[in-house]
């Protein structure tokens, strides 16, 4: 075996015994496919779809993906079940380098401690700094000051009103940031900068339409939502991507609906490019800022060509649900990979085979003889009835159907190849007509042999008590001269 194979098989076997790495290993490929497939689909067939529809399609993958796990039916994590039967691809694992794993001491530090560093680290780090943002952002949000404006408050309550959103919206100034964003759910909150008082009558009703469309939206939840699965998935850079398009078509959307309720192109662009020109806010707040000067070019390039249709398809609602539902039902529990021990290969030995019935014919006459037949062994241990036939025989012709009948009798544990059971053809067997044999066990009732393997310990004796026959019947029809046996012999037993 080469150090490239060697190795391989050592990482299988790591995988056959830690199921969850194996687990870990075919949800971080399920997560590839989705988000794969969505980037595909977003690029082919929803290039020039609505900004609702790409920022669904985007939000479902993500949401799919943080699906997969849940789903999966994984009692392999405390066992060795690993789903062979429904993986796409199986990789054996050697038996004598699983057996030399897990008898071998290990003097160093456990894998599933390093895979847990490894892992859980960037993901906590993720998760903490997520955290630390959202109790930022309310910290802001409690130290701002609430407008009192009568002016500015009735603006706030007419776009609610035309763009139909429900709940009441709280505004207020803060001079910690210099970029508005909003967020909150049940109690929605618009923070604005402290120099907001000196921004025109178009941007003040801009930066609204665009927040409250937000609301309208629940981007904030969603958003935090997506990044809680990217941070669990940090390893996988397609989940980020998924992430950037979340939040670009988000942005994309709320543009959109700037421009729906009246604004043109080129004011609109002109009001973002002012907004972050006095923006000096860093990424430390992990939230949706009208200005975050990473996805403004884009959009103020997709704001003048006036490609900024909001209006969501139902059908491709619809077909984007059934997308995941279906997609989730054909994978969730069939596993992309699995890992079984590979199975020695086994040689055919027979179970059970049959005493030939004494032709009366020869026994009238006293004739002794043999005949040898040969047959087909089927996967499942049993002789194929019309493969077999008479090699030979002495005397011809007397004893051949009593050894057909006979061998049509036999059962056997099949051969095995690579853990699977073959069919094996050309299998022979001689039958011998000795007439006080057959009298002794004509007599006795004994009408068919088993098979018993010698073992370390055995005696003849022991044996012939164990399946109460005669030691003198055992050495006759085991053509043994004495009683002495062998460790792996296999010893013909009659019984009835």
Not at 92 to 120: D, K, N, R
Not at 131 to 142: C, D, N, R
Not at 260 to 266: D, L, M, P, R, S
Request: contains cysteine.
């Amino acid at each position: 075996m080469t150090m490239g194979t060697s190795m391989l098989q050592e990482l299988y076997t790591l995988l056959y015994e830690h199921p969850f790495f194996l687990i870990s290993l075919d949800i971080v490929i399920k997560s590839i496919l989705v988000v794969s497939l969505t980037l595909i689909v977003s690029k082919v067939l929803v290039k020039n779809a609505a900004r609702s529809s790409n920022h669904l399609l985007w939000v479902s993958c993500l949401f799919c993906v943080a699906l997969i796990p849940i789903i999966a039916i994984t009692p392999g994590i405390n066992g060795k079940e690993t789903f062979v039967g429904n993986s796409i691809f199986v990789f054996a694992v050697q038996p004598e380098i699983v057996s030399a794993a897990t008898s071998a001491p290990s003097t160093t530090l456990p894998f599933g401690v390093i895979f847990f560093l490894l892992y859980f680290g960037p993901c906590l780090l993720l998760l903490h700094r997520l955290l630390v943002s959202t109790i930022a952002v309310s910290g802001i949000s409690k130290r701002a000051i609430v407008v009192r404006n009568k002016l500015e408050i009735e603006k706030l309550r007419m776009i609610e009103s035309k763009i139909g959103l429900s709940r009441s919206v709280v505004l207020k100034q803060s001079k910690e940031i210099t970029s508005p964003f909003s967020f909150g759910l049940i109690s929605p909150k618009i923070i604005l900068p402290v120099n907001s008082d000196a921004w025109s009558e178009s941007m003040f009703e801009d930066v609204l339409v665009h927040e409250i469309s937000h609301i309208r939206r629940f981007d904030w939840i969603t958003m935090l939502s997506c990044h809680v699965i990217a941070s669990i998935y940090w390893f996988n850079p397609l989940c980020w991507i998924a992430l950037r398009k979340v939040n670009e078509e988000a942005e994309n959307c709320c543009d959109a609906a700037v421009m729906e309720y009246g604004q043109t192109n080129a004011g609109y662009a002109e009001n973002l490019l002012l907004i972050a020109k006095r923006s000096r806010d860093s990424h430390r707040l992990l939230v949706q800022m009208i200005a975050d000067k990473r996805l403004l070019p884009k959009r103020i390039e997709q704001i003048l060509e006036n490609n900024m249709n909001s209006k969501i398809n139902r059908k491709f609602v619809l077909l984007v649900l059934v997308s995941v539902v279906g997609f989730l039902v054909a994978f969730g529990n069939t596993r992309f990979v699995a890992a079984q021990a590979q199975q020695p290969d086994v040689e055919l030995q027979p179970l059970s085979t049959v005493i030939p019935q004494y032709p009366t014919r020869a026994a009238t006459r006293e004739i002794e003889g043999w005949a040898q037949v040969q047959f087909t062994v089927d996967p499942s241990g049993n002789v194929v009835e019309n493969s077999i036939t008479v090699l030979d025989a002495e005397p011809p012709d007397i004893f051949n159907r009593s050894a057909i009948r006979a061998a049509a009798q036999f059962k056997f544990s099949p051969r095995v190849l690579n853990g699977i059971a073959v069919k094996v053809q050309n299998v022979q067997y001689v039958f011998r007509y000795a007439l006080n044999e057959s009298d002794e066990l004509n007599r006795q009732g004994l009408t068919r042999y088993i098979y018993h393997e010698v073992a370390r310990g055995d005696t003849l004796s022991e044996i012939a008590n164990q399946y109460q026959v005669s030691i003198s019947i055992l050495m006759q029809v085991n053509t043994m001269d004495d009683g002495r046996i062998m460790i792996g012999q296999l010893l013909k037993i009659p019984t009835s």
